[in-house]
């Protein structure tokens, strides 16, 4: 893809990256790759604005603020929700999936999660490895996922112009 069709898919748009702060050095490895993937794709990393937010209950409504701005085509989401011991994480994963889906729904505004919530994760250095560069393969899957997002919906409208 060339800049020219990167800039029919996001016009004068951007697109947001937030990432959470718990395990940042894991997380921002979905956010490399991820901006990496994209610019194989044409669009250049200053497309891409990154917001950093302190944990992933904190994406939702950071997300609502960046959709009610219009001045985005998409949302890409990154956390890392653990079982910390100190509260369920499966509760704070599926409020902020719930969350997320709630936002693009009321804005239209598509939110791609790159949240991942393992069944277990230990402060190892086999686990850190394992999602470190497990975070690398799902930030790229997140890119792919993102341009065949923002061409389905340039599609969508073009269609809907034509009718």
Request: glycine fraction near 6%; include cysteine.
């Amino acid at each position: 893809m060339n800049q020219m069709i990167a800039n029919q898919l996001l016009g004068s748009q951007k697109i947001a990256f937030i990432q959470a702060a718990w395990h940042d050095d894991i997380v921002g490895q979905g956010r490399e790759s991820f901006i990496a993937e994209m610019e194989k794709y044409g669009i250049s990393s200053d497309r891409i604005e990154i917001f950093d937010v302190p944990g992933s209950l904190e994406i939702p409504l950071q997300s609502k603020w960046i959709a009610e701005t219009g001045d985005y085509a998409i949302i890409v989401a990154c956390g890392f929700v653990v079982n910390g011991g100190i509260y369920r994480h499966d509760f704070v994963a599926s409020t902020v999936i719930d969350g997320m889906m709630r936002v693009q729904l009321d804005t239209n505004v598509p939110i791609l999660s790159v949240v991942l919530t393992p069944h277990n994760f230990h402060e190892h250095e086999e686990h850190h490895q394992y999602f470190f560069e497990h975070f690398k393969k799902k930030g790229k899957e997140a890119a792919n996922a993102c341009v065949k997002t923002l061409e389905n919906r340039a599609q969508f409208m073009q269609e809907k112009a034509a009718a």
